[in-house]
């Protein structure tokens, strides 16, 4: 029964309304290409730079080290302790040599 009604009540309201498929689409994206068409990009100056940034290799940055697993350990590729690599705790003295020369070498590319 209540699918009749509503049945009943569609095709009367379908009927009575006309619908040209052509005009509302062509609404549609006449509505949308209004909108894309009205933004703009709202650009925004940068504020002058007030610090001048200086090259890590000049003044290089104070690290903060954390601990470590006990089979890592803290190395590095500067003096002064700067420029911090971690590496094996595990490897002797040659190959820990070995290692960060072969780090400052591709470092310095």
């Known amino acids: 029964m209540i699918e009749k009604l509503v049945y009943d009540q569609f095709e009367t309201t379908s ?4 619908f ?14 209004s909108k894309a068409s009205s933004w703009r990009p709202k650009i925004e100056e ?15 940055p104070k690290p903060d080290l954390k601990s470590l697993q006990f089979n890592l350990k803290y190395s590095f590729l500067g003096e002064n302790k700067t420029f911090p690599v971690i590496i094996s705790s595990k490897l002797n003295a040659h190959q820990e040599s070995k290692l960060l020369q072969t780090l400052k ?3 310095m590319h």
Do not use: G
């Not at 009927?15 to 006309?18: A, D, F, G």
């Not at 002058?48 to 003044?59: A, H, K, L, T």
């Open 46 to 60: 940068l504020p002058p730079r007030s610090i001048e940034s200086i090259p890590s290799s000049v003044q290089p």
């Open 105 to 107: 070498c591709i470092k």
């Open 15 to 18: 009927n009575e309304t006309q």
């Open 20 to 33: 040209n498929e052509s005009e509302d689409l062509q609404m549609v994206y006449f509505q949308e290409e």
